[in-house]
Protein backbone atom coordinates (compact mmCIF):
# COMPACT_ATOMS: atom_id res chain seq x y z
CA UNK A 1 0.00 0.00 0.00
CA UNK A 2 1.12 3.39 -0.64
CA UNK A 3 1.84 5.70 1.99
CA UNK A 4 -0.96 7.95 1.85
CA UNK A 5 -3.18 4.68 2.21
CA UNK A 6 -2.11 4.18 5.32
CA UNK A 7 -2.71 7.35 6.61
CA UNK A 8 -7.06 7.14 6.30
CA UNK A 9 -6.28 4.43 9.49
CA UNK A 10 -6.74 5.32 12.75
CA UNK A 11 -3.57 4.88 14.01
CA UNK A 12 -1.60 6.83 11.21
CA UNK A 13 0.27 8.73 13.49
CA UNK A 14 1.67 5.07 15.00
CA UNK A 15 2.71 4.18 10.97
CA UNK A 16 4.20 7.18 9.41
CA UNK A 17 6.21 7.81 12.73
CA UNK A 18 7.40 4.02 12.59
CA UNK A 19 7.83 4.47 8.59
CA UNK A 20 9.81 7.61 8.61
CA UNK A 21 12.21 5.97 11.51
CA UNK A 22 12.97 2.84 9.28
CA UNK A 23 12.92 5.46 6.40
CA UNK A 24 15.81 7.09 7.96
CA UNK A 25 17.21 3.76 8.62
CA UNK A 26 17.58 2.83 4.92
CA UNK A 27 18.55 5.57 3.75
CA UNK A 28 21.67 5.94 6.35
CA UNK A 29 22.55 2.22 5.56
CA UNK A 30 21.22 0.48 2.25
CA UNK A 31 19.27 3.17 0.54
CA UNK A 32 19.29 1.35 -2.41
CA UNK A 33 17.52 -1.83 -0.64
CA UNK A 34 13.83 -3.29 -1.37
CA UNK A 35 11.41 -1.70 0.73
CA UNK A 36 7.65 -1.63 0.94
CA UNK A 37 6.06 1.07 -1.08
CA UNK A 38 5.25 3.53 2.02
CA UNK A 39 8.78 3.57 2.87
CA UNK A 40 9.84 3.65 -0.71
CA UNK A 41 7.22 7.17 -1.17
CA UNK A 42 9.23 8.18 2.09
CA UNK A 43 13.01 7.57 0.66
CA UNK A 44 12.14 8.90 -2.77
CA UNK A 45 10.60 12.43 -1.68
CA UNK A 46 13.27 13.06 0.98
CA UNK A 47 15.76 11.81 -1.09
CA UNK A 48 14.93 14.16 -3.95
CA UNK A 49 13.99 17.12 -1.65
CA UNK A 50 14.12 16.16 1.73
CA UNK A 51 11.02 17.15 4.19
CA UNK A 52 9.73 20.01 2.00
CA UNK A 53 8.83 17.20 -0.54
CA UNK A 54 7.25 14.98 1.80
CA UNK A 55 5.26 17.29 3.04
CA UNK A 56 4.41 18.51 -0.56
CA UNK A 57 3.72 15.00 -1.80
CA UNK A 58 1.33 14.67 1.28
CA UNK A 59 -0.42 18.11 0.64
CA UNK A 60 -1.36 16.88 -2.46
CA UNK A 61 -2.81 13.09 -2.05
CA UNK A 62 -4.21 14.54 1.01
CA UNK A 63 -6.13 16.81 -1.16
CA UNK A 64 -6.32 14.21 -4.03
CA UNK A 65 -8.32 12.31 -1.67
CA UNK A 66 -10.77 14.81 -0.25
CA UNK A 67 -9.14 14.39 3.21
CA UNK A 68 -10.93 17.31 6.15
CA UNK A 69 -8.45 20.33 6.14
CA UNK A 70 -7.89 19.94 10.13
CA UNK A 71 -6.30 16.21 9.44
CA UNK A 72 -4.67 17.29 6.61
CA UNK A 73 -2.85 19.74 9.23
CA UNK A 74 -2.60 17.41 11.58
CA UNK A 75 -0.47 14.79 9.00
CA UNK A 76 1.77 18.08 7.86
CA UNK A 77 2.30 19.14 11.38
CA UNK A 78 3.43 15.10 12.94
CA UNK A 79 5.76 15.25 9.58
CA UNK A 80 7.55 18.66 11.01
CA UNK A 81 7.36 17.02 14.47
CA UNK A 82 9.06 14.16 13.17
CA UNK A 83 11.51 16.29 11.50
CA UNK A 84 12.80 18.13 14.47
CA UNK A 85 12.94 14.42 16.50
CA UNK A 86 15.30 13.15 14.03
CA UNK A 87 16.99 16.53 13.16
CA UNK A 88 20.69 15.03 13.79
CA UNK A 89 19.46 11.90 11.50
CA UNK A 90 18.47 14.27 8.93
CA UNK A 91 21.58 16.38 9.22
CA UNK A 92 23.88 13.60 8.80
CA UNK A 93 22.08 11.76 5.70
CA UNK A 94 22.27 16.04 4.72
CA UNK A 95 25.76 16.20 5.30
CA UNK A 96 26.40 12.70 3.40
CA UNK A 97 24.56 14.06 0.50
CA UNK A 98 22.35 11.56 0.79
CA UNK A 99 18.70 13.81 0.82
CA UNK A 100 19.47 17.42 -0.09
CA UNK A 101 20.58 20.06 1.78
CA UNK A 102 18.83 23.05 0.44
CA UNK A 103 19.62 26.18 2.45
CA UNK A 104 15.60 26.40 3.91
CA UNK A 105 15.34 21.91 4.46
CA UNK A 106 18.92 23.02 5.82
CA UNK A 107 18.00 25.47 8.35
CA UNK A 108 14.69 24.24 9.07
CA UNK A 109 16.25 20.57 10.24
CA UNK A 110 18.62 22.90 11.99
CA UNK A 111 15.92 24.70 13.74
CA UNK A 112 17.01 27.88 13.01
CA UNK A 113 14.06 30.35 12.00
CA UNK A 114 14.28 33.00 9.96
CA UNK A 115 13.71 35.60 12.84
CA UNK A 116 16.46 33.85 14.24
CA UNK A 117 19.39 34.24 12.02
CA UNK A 118 18.01 37.53 11.50
CA UNK A 119 18.71 38.22 14.48
CA UNK A 120 21.80 36.48 14.89
CA UNK A 121 23.09 38.09 11.99
CA UNK A 122 22.72 41.66 13.11
CA UNK A 123 23.97 40.96 16.48
CA UNK A 124 27.25 40.23 14.53
CA UNK A 125 26.83 42.99 12.67
CA UNK A 126 26.36 45.41 15.79
CA UNK A 127 29.94 43.97 17.17
CA UNK A 128 28.14 41.10 19.21
CA UNK A 129 29.13 37.69 19.76
CA UNK A 130 26.06 35.61 19.97
CA UNK A 131 28.61 32.07 19.27
CA UNK A 132 30.30 33.16 22.25
CA UNK A 133 26.78 33.86 24.41
CA UNK A 134 25.24 31.27 22.57
CA UNK A 135 28.36 28.75 24.18
CA UNK A 136 28.34 30.93 27.43
CA UNK A 137 24.67 30.11 27.83
CA UNK A 138 24.72 26.45 26.97
CA UNK A 139 27.79 26.10 29.99
CA UNK A 140 30.48 25.66 27.52
CA UNK A 141 34.14 27.54 28.78
CA UNK A 142 36.38 29.83 27.28
CA UNK A 143 38.57 26.80 26.16
CA UNK A 144 35.63 25.06 24.72
CA UNK A 145 34.85 28.55 22.59
CA UNK A 146 39.09 29.11 21.97
CA UNK A 147 38.87 25.21 20.56
CA UNK A 148 36.22 25.41 18.21
CA UNK A 149 37.08 28.99 16.86
CA UNK A 150 40.54 26.74 15.82
CA UNK A 151 38.74 24.15 13.96
CA UNK A 152 36.79 26.59 12.33
CA UNK A 153 40.20 28.83 11.64
CA UNK A 154 42.54 25.81 10.82
CA UNK A 155 39.48 24.20 8.34
CA UNK A 156 39.45 27.90 6.77
CA UNK A 157 42.80 28.61 6.55
CA UNK A 158 43.81 25.09 4.89
CA UNK A 159 41.01 25.61 2.10
CA UNK A 160 42.96 28.90 1.69
CA UNK A 161 40.02 31.02 2.93
CA UNK A 162 41.77 32.72 5.44
CA UNK A 163 45.45 33.20 5.12
CA UNK A 164 45.87 33.56 8.95
CA UNK A 165 43.18 32.92 11.95
CA UNK A 166 42.06 35.83 13.79
CA UNK A 167 42.57 37.23 16.93
CA UNK A 168 40.92 34.72 19.56
CA UNK A 169 37.54 36.34 21.50
CA UNK A 170 38.50 37.99 24.40
CA UNK A 171 37.65 35.93 27.53
CA UNK A 172 34.43 37.10 29.11
CA UNK A 173 32.32 35.54 31.87
CA UNK A 174 29.39 33.47 31.79
CA UNK A 175 26.89 36.15 32.58
CA UNK A 176 27.06 37.13 28.65
CA UNK A 177 23.98 38.22 27.39
CA UNK A 178 22.09 34.71 26.43
CA UNK A 179 21.67 34.28 22.80
CA UNK A 180 17.74 33.36 20.74
CA UNK A 181 17.52 29.34 21.43
CA UNK A 182 18.34 27.32 18.12
CA UNK A 183 15.69 24.77 19.11
CA UNK A 184 12.34 25.95 18.01
CA UNK A 185 11.24 25.98 21.39
CA UNK A 186 11.14 22.45 22.86
CA UNK A 187 11.72 22.57 26.11
CA UNK A 188 15.32 24.14 26.36
CA UNK A 189 16.93 21.14 24.23
Known sequence: MALIENLDKGNWREFLGSMFDYTLDVLKNDRFRSVGSSVDDLRAWLARGGIRRVK????DQMKQRRYPEDKQADILAFVDQLAEEHRPRLIELAARGIIPEASRDWLA????????LDDWVARVRAGERPFDDWMYAHGHSYE???EVYSVIDDFLVRHGILSAPPPLPPRR????RPAPRMDSGRNGH
Open 56 to 59: EHLA
Open 109 to 116: ACGITQAW
Open 144 to 146: DIV
Open 173 to 176: NATA
